[in-house]
Nanobody, 122 residues
Framework: QVQLVETGGGLVQTGASLTLSCAVS????????VAWFRQAPGKERAFVAG???????LYGDLVKGRFTINKDNAKNTVYLQLNNLNTEDTAVYYC????????????????WGQGPQVTVSS
């Protein structure tokens, strides 16, 4: 059984930083991509960042230059470093894994975590 367990959400002020972790069990990173999506109140879920099994990364336009995705294959864990947060980053952040390449379409990702809340106050 595949499980994705995210940690690291919380309430921070504008300009602060957070690190989200996604620990994957039941599924190795070999041949799989992992991504972070987020969903703000009243909005659709949107792609944030993704990392391929060979370490290639892609970022959504709104987070480029502020967020960094990386992974530790030995720990089967993916991290998302969120820097210079602003109120528009407030959302539930989801980790997802799929076989194959990174894709912006959230409907084709196979397994999802529960989604920690990140709230940025002004």
């Amino acid at each position: 059984q595949v499980q994705l367990v995210e940690t690291g959400g919380g309430l921070v002020q504008t300009g602060a930083s957070l690190t989200l972790s996604c620990a994957v069990s039941g599924h190795s990173f070999n041949g799989n991509a992992v991504a972070w999506f987020r969903q703000a109140p009243g909005k659709e879920r949107a792609f944030v960042a993704g990392i391929s099994y060979i370490g290639q990364t892609l970022y959504g336009d709104l987070v480029k230059g502020r967020f960094t995705i990386n992974k530790d294959n030995a720990k089967n864990t993916v991290y998302l470093q969120l820097n210079n947060l602003n109120t528009e980053d407030t959302a539930v952040y989801y980790c997802a894994i799929r076989s194959g390449v990174i894709c912006f379409d959230d409907t084709i990702w196979e397994h999802w975590g529960q989604g920690p809340q990140v709230t940025v106050s002004s």
